[in-house]
């Protein structure tokens, strides 16, 4: 019976390195054949790998060693020359002295190279799908703005965050006048379009960090942030003045405005404040803007 | 990969921008897992590289926390951050890290600052004190690089594009957050979700997304045009050979960034603060004329 066996017939490249100099003290010859290279006199263990793996050697296997003394299941690449490649999977140990010695096992990972890879490939088109879903689910189909679900979502979370910062906020609600009158003597085509170009106009006379919803069927919604009473004032002008001044595919289209002002109030009780006042500017004969400081004690 | 930007460009307001807001110092501390220790007038903000963690500056304190007053942290996204304020946008740029630097110095009221930066936090900490000029005294950098490209002939990072390519798909590879980040993706709850379900504790980050966007803004980046920018006096710390930031990358540095003085460790690696820690910490006090004391380190 056999008794002496050898190390060297073990399917796993074995190499010890210096951790600092990371020069190759020694090296298993199946580690030699793996990586098609010749024992040289001095080589640095870099030398056998990607300048992809380098730099994960460098700025994870490194610092990992250093930390905590050992590194496992890292996935590395092989670079055997004439453009072949090797994944193989690598596990080190670091054993302290003078100097320190990492004793790396070496050992080739095609079939979970490939595996992984799948799962990638997998995860970036799930990915890419639930980003296109997550898109499509905020936002309103014809215009482009966020959707009224999204819009109450955001506006949400950012009230919440400008009332902890003692950000004051405004809530606009923006109301077509006389839409129906609109589709009736146009139709509904025509309506759409003139949706559209509302959505155009309150989009380019806003902040990239304001928020711009379309939450009904001719009907808006702006949320803006660190707005004094006058500058809440100000916008609302500067919107219906900017609707006034461009015709609307061809004809005259006018807005009513409600905007609630707080730096307290909650979204729900804003909602409610910007829409009794846009009631109260139709009532008062639309084309105008109402805007009221609400301290929301 | 990142096609969520292409998809929403269309849409004038896809993502409110919540980082308008000034935060309180709390929120600041939580999020980037601030420490603040040592004693000293002068502080050294210790900001990490790619990859790891605030834990990399272990070996090092205890050289300098009896002459200075340091601040450690972790990125947003790295570490033990508050990954519910991660915002995949935000820190698909630089730029975006270097605002947490930004925020902490202006919650903590920081001034007088010498920002230490390993690697890419070099170019982070060079953003930054674009920002707060004010605030900053000056800059050590270890291992820093402008830019991993090669543009031969004039300029070689060290990498060409294929190898980076390669490596964002070597990362993918390794960071195995599977489980975590795929159940959301399915389940369609990608928002806010994916990233606070997670709680980092190893000591290099693993998380699929943050890893990988954070590897994106290093590696693809040029920020060449930036040194000659730069106000502040600058401490370069270079390895003899680094595989990730050569002699030439540090000489570059050196003719490009004014107020700078270079100063070549020989040493092997990218990790001198964790390989060679009393040698930079010597060195790093002679900069900043910090006499230095038989015996040491500090904490002995």
Redesign the interface.
């Known amino acids: 019976m056999q008794t002496d066996f050898s190390l060297d017939d073990f399917p796993v490249g074995l190499v010890v390195t210096n951790l ?3 020069e190759v003290l020694q090296a298993s010859p199946y580690f030699y054949r793996l990586s098609q290279q010749q024992p040289l006199t001095t080589s640095k263990l ?1 030398q056998f790998f ?11 296997v ?3 060693l ?3 003394g050992h590194c496992d299941e ?4 092989i670079d055997a020359g004439s453009s072949v490649r090797i994944p193989v999977l690598a596990n080190a140990r670091v054993v302290s002295g003078e100097p320190a010695i990492v004793y790396w096992a070496i050992s080739p990972s095609q079939q979970r ?1 490939t595996l ?2 799948q ?2 490939d997998l ?2 088109d ?3 799908r ?6 499509l689910s ?2 309103d189909e014809l215009t ?3 959707n009224r679900r999204a819009f109450i979502q ?1 506006a949400e ?2 009230i919440k ?2 009332q ?2 003692g ?1 004051a906020y405004a809530f606009f609600m923006l109301d077509i006048d006389f839409f129906k009158q609109i589709n009736d003597q146009h139709g509904h085509a025509f309506g759409d379009q003139v949706l559209k170009d509302m959505a155009k106009i309150l ?1 380019e006379n806003t902040r ?6 379309r939450v009904g069927g001719e009907e808006f919604a702006l949320v803006t ?2 707005q004094a009473e006058h500058s809440a004032n100000f916008l609302a002008e500067k919107l219906l003045s900017a609707i006034r001044q461009q015709p609307i595919q061809g004809i005259m289209v006018t807005a009513s405005i409600g905007c609630a002002i707080a730096s307290h109030a909650p979204f729900e009780q804003l909602y409610k404040d910007a829409d009794a006042l846009l009631y109260q500017a139709k009532h008062q004969g639309r084309n105008r803007a109402l805007c009221r400081l609400f301290d929301g004690s | 990969m990142f096609q969520f930007s292409l998809i929403v460009g269309a849409l004038k307001h896809p993502v409110p921008n919540i980082g308008a807001f000034m935060f309180v110092q709390e929120d600041i501390i939580t999020r980037n897992n601030v420490n603040v220790l040592g004693r000293g007038e002068q502080v050294l903000l210790m900001a990490h590289g790619f990859g790891c963690n605030q834990q990399m500056w272990r070996f090092l304190v205890p050289y300098l926390e009896g002459n200075f007053k340091i601040v450690l942290f972790d990125y947003v996204g790295s570490g033990s951050s508050d990954l519910g304020a991660y915002s995949k946008q935000k820190y698909a740029d630089l730029a975006g890290y270097s605002q947490d630097i930004v925020d902490i110095c202006q919650a903590l009221d920081l001034n007088n600052v010498v920002l230490v930066g390993h690697s890419v936090s070099s170019i982070i900490g060079l953003l930054a004190a674009q920002k707060i000029p004010e605030r900053i005294h000056s800059q050590v950098m270890v291992c820093p690089s402008p830019c991993f490209l090669n543009f031969p002939p004039e300029y070689m990072g060290g990498f060409n594009r294929e190898d980076l390519v390669e490596l964002i798909d070597l990362m993918d590879k390794n960071y195995i957050g599977w489980a975590n980040y795929l159940a959301p993706l399915v389940t369609g709850e990608l928002e806010g979700k994916v990233f606070a379900t997670e709680l980092t504790t190893s000591f290099c980050t693993t998380n699929p997304i943050t890893a990988k966007n954070f590897a994106k803004a290093t590696f693809f980046s040029d920020y060449r045009h930036l040194l000659p920018l730069n106000q502040h006096p600058v401490l370069l710390l270079q390895s003899e050979v680094d595989a990730l930031a050569s002699l030439f990358v540090g000489n570059y540095m050196l003719e490009h960034t004014p107020q700078s003085r270079l100063e070549v460790v020989s040493a092997r690696g990218h990790c001198l603060h964790m390989s060679h820690p009393e040698q930079i910490s010597l060195i790093i006090k002679d900069f900043l004329r910090i006499p230095v004391e038989a015996g040491s380190p500090d904490a002995d």
Request: aromatic residues 4%; glycine residues 4%.
């Open positions: 600092h100099s990371t870099g990607t300048p992809a793996s380098k730099i994960l050697l460098e700025s994870f490194m610092p990992m250093l930390h905590q890292i996935q590395l690449t190279d992984y890879q799962l990638v995860r970036n799930l990915e890419i639930a980003e296109k879903l997550e898109v905020r936002t482009g703005l966020l955001s979370t950012l965050q400008a902890r910062s950000v989009t990239s960090n304001d928020i711009v919803a942030f660190d």
